[in-house]
């Protein structure tokens, strides 16, 4: 069914007079889901109230939307040791007595209206500034139960959506450590299994690859699907036809080859309009080949996500334009995915044992098959390069894929866009390509613990891979000089590349962070050696 707009009065009319409800699908390729709960369109059109975030109801008229993560709960413990929730315009008083949770009850007849005609609708934990995070398992195990009585079977007299029964939960983490998720996750799940419904867990990684917020959890538990943020990064969606930016191919391997779940759903994540993220909208004219192209390559994709239903509505019903790609596409292909790239570089910054088999295509007739158990440092080519006239790496810097740089004695090529991510860091940037044929050769290893998987290849790869994750600093071996670097505070908000001095090291940022310990779990912090 095409939902043209010149349509859409007569489809919301008809929808209204005989309807035949479709039940929502997780297996379905066409599915389409739109965060609703933050006035996106209205943070950014403030003179426009008319038509700011409208109630939930509103956008379950018609058959275009099939999953609604309301967003957000932004605060696992707040007052009253409950969470608090964020709707934005919708809903912001009152509260429950001796607690900052909303008691927004007055929802619950628009939520099982939306229910009733079919879709799902779920709550999403955490949000960009989201202040969400356990201590330990055994914490994060018993919060499971607060989540169940608040929003799903449970009973509790401060549930913040009246007799409403949620779906299930997304977990859109963009900040904190990982600690207590698959505990919290799992005594979910077995909470949910023993309801009187269906039930689902999604999560909403960033499209670099491993995620840092969430990535190990996507790997111990088993997700029913992940709303893959492909915008306000490199690899987002204006660099479809970047090879070496656009890791779509990465994430759907994950999910057939790495996932506890393997029938997980891949979406694509994309801002319903140019006011809806930083970077990474494009046309419904250029998305639709994107989504059509990719259901028809990966038997994981899912379909699409949408930030969020205020744009969408107000961008020309951007909304129908992608729900008509999706059911316009073709099917997908048998679940065994080859995955075909071009120079791809995949950094794991998790422990890994890894069976790989890599089938390697070269202009011959003769096929090699290797099985190895891999443990890297970052991408290197062998042999020595020229570095005449090639500038040294500088922080600060923005450089774009093909861009050439020294740094450390050897020649490096950015493998996409990279400001501020060190040649031979964590974040994959760069492709080292041997040590300067007239510089003095001076090698840099680089140790992690636990080990991290780094595979280059031009080829077409079938990964079989078992997981035990948690992540820990990249540490550099030697000494360095710390000379007017200051020591790292908590409570001070850092950005990839600041440097900071800790336990008599030299640090320095992966990404943004604040209160991450350098050393701890969350990963923000390369290790560069002893202070000389």
């Known amino acids: 069914m095409m939902f043209s707009k010149s349509r859409l009065t007569c489809v919301l009319f008809l929808s209204f007079v005989t309807r035949t409800i479709a039940q929502f699908n997780m297996s379905s390729n066409q599915n389409l889901a739109v965060y609703w709960g ?32 309301i967003a957000f709960l932004d605060e696992f413990y707040s007052t009253g040791n409950l969470p608090s929730i964020n709707l934005a315009n919708t809903c912001t008083s009152p509260l ?125 538990f088993g997700f029913d699907a992940v709303y893959v943020q492909f915008y306000n990064n490199y690899c987002g969606l204006t660099n479809y036809d970047n090879p070496n930016a656009w890791d779509y191919s990465i994430w759907a391997n994950w999910a057939t080859t790495i996932s506890p779940n393997p029938d997980v759903k891949v979406y694509i994540g994309a801002p319903a309009s140019s006011t809806a993220a930083g970077s990474g909208y494009v046309s419904p004219s250029t998305f639709t080949p994107i989504i059509q192209q990719t259901m028809a390559e990966y038997s994981s994709f899912g379909g ?62 003769s096929t090699t098959s290797t099985s190895t158990t891999s443990s890297t440092s970052p991408t290197t080519t062998s042999g020595t390069g020229s570095c005449a006239g090639v500038a040294a790496w500088q922080t600060g810097v923005a450089y774009v894929g093909g861009d050439e740089v020294t740094y450390g004695g050897d020649l490096w090529t950015a493998n996409w866009w990279s400001e501020d991510d060190v040649p031979g860091g964590v974040s994959g940037d760069w492709t080292n390509n041997g040590a300067c044929a007239t510089m003095p050769t001076t090698t840099t290893t680089i140790t992690t613990t636990p080990t991290t998987t780094s595979t280059t290849v031009s080829t077409a790869i079938t990964t079989s891979t078992s997981t035990t994750s948690s992540t820990s600093p990249t540490i550099t071996s030697g000494t360095v000089s710390c000379a007017g670097v200051a020591a790292w505070q908590t409570g001070a908000a850092y950005v990839g590349g600041d440097e900071v001095t800790y336990g008599g090291d030299l640090w320095t940022a992966n990404w943004w962070s604040e209160s991450d310990v350098p050393g701890g779990d969350s990963g923000d912090w390369t290790n560069n050696g002893a202070c000389v």
């Open 38 to 69: 933050q006035n996106s369109y209205g943070a950014v059109n403030p003179s426009d109230p008319a038509n700011w975030q409208q109630p939930i109801s509103y956008y379950c008229n018609d058959d275009v939307i099939d999953t609604i993560p």
């Open 96 to 220: 429950f007595p001796g607690t900052n949770l909303l008691n927004c009850s007055s929802l619950a007849a628009d939520i099982e209206y939306c229910q009733a005609a079919g879709k799902i609708v779920t709550i999403s934990l955490g949000g960009a500034s989201g202040s969400v995070g356990f201590t330990n398992d055994t914490e994060a195990a018993a919060y499971a139960q607060t989540i169940w009585d608040l929003f799903l079977e449970g009973s509790s007299s401060t549930r913040p959506f009246g007799s409403a029964v949620l779906d299930g939960i997304d977990m859109d983490i963009e900040g904190g450590s990982q600690t207590g998720f698959v505990s919290f996750l799992s005594a979910l799940r077995t909470l949910m299994d023993g309801g009187s419904k269906p039930y689902y867990i999604t999560a909403a990684p960033q499209c670099p690859y491993p995620d840092a917020y969430i990535g190990t959890t996507l790997n111990e």
């Open 304 to 365: 699409v996500m949408l930030w969020d239903a205020s744009q969408a509505y107000e961008n020309d019903r951007y909304d129908i334009s992608v729900k008509d790609a999706l059911l316009g596409g073709t099917s997908a292909p048998p679940s065994t995915t080859t995955i075909t790239t071009t120079t791809t570089s995949t950094t794991t910054t998790v422990p890994t044992t890894t069976t790989t088999t890599i089938i390697t295509t070269v202009p011959t007739t």
